[in-house]
């Protein structure tokens, strides 16, 4: 049985399986399902679908309308924009020369994941970086550095292979840079290095 509740005013519902510590700041309309943690300082937006066995740690942020799909765990240090999606099994981290035997909490570096981008199954995010708006991670990539906006990254380590719009459908770029998503008619620009939509 699901648990409805309300928290700051705001409704929510929880699997009784998971847990949400005193404290943790949930969005209206949002679903958390079987097994899931939340840590008392977390922050999760507005109409997010956490899948099972999710954790969310102390001061990570969650925007609205994310999807973070099942055996993710989020850490101190994540900030997850409006729109994203997260993989089964993608991973974070947050400390980049970890070792059991030294406290490093205090070197929690800052990973920021952008509007509306999909981080594939498997994937592995390093700490400290920032994948930009739209970009599509690909299953299983490895990601050591910043990935620009609307751009695909593959393997590992990952390397951009082509752009991708807001609707996650391949550009393909004509020779003045310009392409249409086929499926929302948007234009977008490819110029110096960079892609983004015409206004």
Known sequence: MIYFGTMEGKDF??????????GAQIGAGTK????????????????????????????????????IQNNVSVYNGVI?????????????????????????????????????????????????????????????????KNVLAYSVMTGNPARQNGWVSEAGIRLNFDSEGMAKCPQTNRVYKLKNGMVGPVQ
């Open 13 to 22: 519902f929880v699997h009784p399986s998971s847990v949400v510590d005193k």
């Open 32 to 67: 958390i399902w079987h097994f899931c943690h939340l840590a008392p300082t977390c922050k999760v937006g507005e109409r997010c679908n956490i899948g099972q066995n999710v954790y969310i740690d102390n001061n990570a942020i969650i925007g609205n309308g994310v999807k």
């Open 80 to 144: 997850i924009e409006d729109d994203v999606f997260l993989g089964p099994s993608m991973v974070f981290t947050n400390v980049i020369n970890p070792r059991s035997f030294i406290e490093r909490k205090d070197e929690f570096k800052k990973t920021t994941i952008r509007k509306g981008a999909t981080i594939g199954a498997n994937a592995t995010i390093l700490c400290g970086i920032e994948v930009g708006v739209y970009a599509m991670i690909g299953a299983g990539a490895v990601v050591t």
